[in-house]
């Protein structure tokens, strides 16, 4: 079992959709959270860190299930510029190293 | 916030030879990462850098492969040794920052095509 699971997608959705990805974790253990966003051919970009209580960015929130070891993000009113992979990642404590998962493709179209 | 540069952006190399990837930062930090990313695939970490000892590696890979400097806080090497066509990959690295949100922190990455 892979320590983060994410739906690979593609998500194809028009402009405008609401959107949601989620993301499983294996390690109890795991301290903090992430996601973060990767475009094509660039390097990964934090997004946003994901807590019990939720957070919110805009058109982004982001939700972390402690219980059930799920996370998810939630992109509403989605804008073209959205159109990229969307990383679930895991830090299991004060290593420092992140769990990536294999990500989540967004395609939206006009 | 850092500004993280990496030499070169990209190389195309033959086979059996050996490539050396440069990572700089601009200010001194703790943590420092090596990771690769192959084709269609997500990040997998190679190892941690530590400055001033040998670097801490993952499994399925070894210092022989991919010997890491780390002299100093703001700089870091990586090298990827008797390349095959397998190595091809984007190799990044990473800082660990704290501050507004304490995480990982990425090059822009190079770009490594093995013939």
């Known amino acids: 079992r892979k320590e983060v699971e994410q739906d690979p997608g593609p998500f194809n959705v028009p402009e405008g959709a609401t959107v949601a990805f989620n993301c499983t974790y294996s390690n109890s253990a795991s301290q903090s959270f992430f996601w973060y966003r990767q475009d094509c051919r660039k390097e990964p970009k934090l997004l946003m860190s994901v807590y019990s209580s939720g957070n919110e960015d805009g058109r982004f929130t982001a939700q972390l299930n402690r219980a059930s070891q799920y996370i998810s993000l939630l992109i509403r009113d989605s804008k073209l510029s959205d159109s990229a992979t969307y990383l679930c990642v895991v830090n299991l404590g004060n290593t420092g190293k992140l769990i990536f998962g294999q990500g989540t493709t967004l395609q939206v179209k006009p | 916030s850092a500004v993280i540069s990496q030499k070169p952006s990209r190389d195309i190399c033959q086979r059996g030879t050996s490539l050396t990837i440069q990572c700089q930062v601009d200010s001194q930090v703790t943590m420092m990462f090596w990771y690769r990313q192959q084709p269609g695939q997500s990040l997998t970490l190679i190892a941690t850098a530590n400055q001033g000892s040998e670097a801490t590696y993952e499994s399925g890979f070894v210092i022989d492969k991919f010997p890491i400097s780390r002299p100093n806080l703001t700089f870091s090497t990586l090298t990827v040794s008797n390349m095959s066509p397998e190595d091809s990959s984007i190799y990044l690295c990473?800082?660990?920052?704290?501050?507004?949100?304490?995480?990982?922190?990425f090059g822009p990455g190079t770009r490594l095509t093995v013939l």
């Open positions: 990473s800082v660990w920052l704290a501050g507004v949100i304490d995480t990982q922190y």
